[in-house]
């Protein structure tokens, strides 16, 4: 994965582009994800059904893989079985 591609789900509704990436195989839902919608979506597994929320951006614990998700979905992000988790914002410095 190259930053900069975008990525949608083939279980739910979400799409996201990649920040930092490996070569991995990210998953939705529990389904793998591609670049283009299938016309038909792949059952959502209720493990990976948590849901991904727009403009927050996930990595996995290594930090070599982050995403930004552009469009929300019921789906939870992972790599190999392993779910994602969201970002936390740095704080601000004092501006004193």
Not at 5 to 26: F, H, P, Q
Not at 29 to 49: I, Q, S, V, W, Y
Not at 52 to 70: F, H, M, N, W
């Amino acid at each position: 994965m190259k930053p900069g591609k975008k990525l949608k789900s083939t279980a739910c509704d979400t799409e996201v582009m990649v920040v930092r990436g490996a070569d991995v195989v990210l998953e939705c839902g529990g389904a793998p994800m591609t670049e283009e919608r299938p016309a038909e979506k792949a059952a959502l597994n209720p493990a990976f059904a948590e849901g991904t929320k727009i403009g927050k951006r996930y990595t996995d614990a290594a930090g070599s893989i982050e995403l930004l998700c552009t469009k929300a979905g019921q789906g939870s992000l992972s790599v190999g079985g392993v779910a994602l988790q969201t970002k936390e914002a740095k704080p601000l410095p004092s501006s004193d």
